[in-house]
């Protein structure tokens, strides 16, 4: 099956530091991915559709300088958190639709997400 | 636009027992699907079972069903004869027919006892 990597699974990092998070679609092509924060014990909350080749489309209340995306191909989009703090700290996962298949009859495919720590 | 509300924050059932978990939408669209997603402590996200709206019947997979109510909303999941491995948060999601992306709801924990 269709099957997305995302990495890395952990990190921790200083304060005021970058840190990048890649998601992968392994054996399908995928024209757009999605980007979601997942606080502990809460809901999954959409961030960004990163759309191969054009500009990211944010959501309401997320700021784009701060969580930089880009999806320079068709199997890679990057989630850039920059000059990160600890309310930053959350677990981020990537989801992608295989670009093969239309959307009535493809899910989308979830990466295993990344645990940020800021300290 | 779109919400998706789960109103059991956590539910328990017994192994082999049957639970249904409750999930309502709000939306003006006419074309859009229903998904059912479990998320384990792995934190993968794993598709349990979707349903089109277009569809009056329900969707079953397995141990799962689900009662689509369109006209009220609704979109609870049955799991029968449940299982220690069904312990996990449920999230009910929507996603329009015309977009990939998925609102969540607030998730359902799950807890499987003997």
């Known amino acids: 099956g269709a099957v997305v990597s995302q990495h890395p699974s952990r990190v921790i990092c200083k304060s005021g530091t970058s840190v990048k998070i890649e998601c992968r679609s392994l054996?399908?092509?995928?024209?757009?991915m999605f980007w979601y924060r997942q606080f502990p014990k809460k809901s999954l909350m959409l961030m960004a559709t990163?759309?191969?080749?054009?500009?990211?489309?944010?959501e309401q209340g997320v700021e784009k300088d701060k969580f930089l995306i880009n999806h320079a191909s068709l199997t890679l989009s990057t989630l850039t958190v920059t000059s990160a703090h600890p309310e930053d700290s959350s677990f981020y996962i990537c989801?992608?639709?295989?670009?093969?298949?239309?959307?009535?009859?493809?899910?989308?495919?979830f990466g295993n997400g990344t645990r940020l720590t800021v300290t | 636009a779109q919400t998706v509300t789960q109103s059991q924050p956590e539910m328990s059932v017994q192994e082999a027992e049957t639970v249904t978990l409750s999930c309502t939408y709000d939306?003006?669209?006419?074309?859009?699907?229903l998904f059912w997603y479990k998320q384990p402590p792995s934190r993968q996200m794993i598709l349990v079972i979707r349903?089109?709206?277009?569809?009056?019947q329900n969707a079953t997979e397995n141990r799962f069903s689900v009662n689509f109510q369109k006209a009220a909303k609704s979109f609870s999941l049955k799991i029968s004869d449940s299982q220690l491995g069904d312990a996990a948060m449920y999230f009910c999601?929507?996603?329009?027919?015309?977009?990939?992306?998925?609102?969540f709801g607030t998730g359902t924990r799950l807890q499987v006892t003997l």
């Open positions: 990163s759309n191969e080749g054009s500009k990211a489309t944010y």
């Open positions: 349903q089109e709206a277009y569809k009056q």
């Open positions: 999601a929507y996603m329009t027919g015309t977009a990939s992306k998925l609102t």
């Open positions: 989801s992608a639709r295989d670009l093969g298949v239309s959307t009535y009859n493809s899910p989308l495919h």
């Open positions: 054996d399908f092509q995928a024209t757009t």
């Open positions: 939306t003006s669209e006419s074309d859009y699907y």
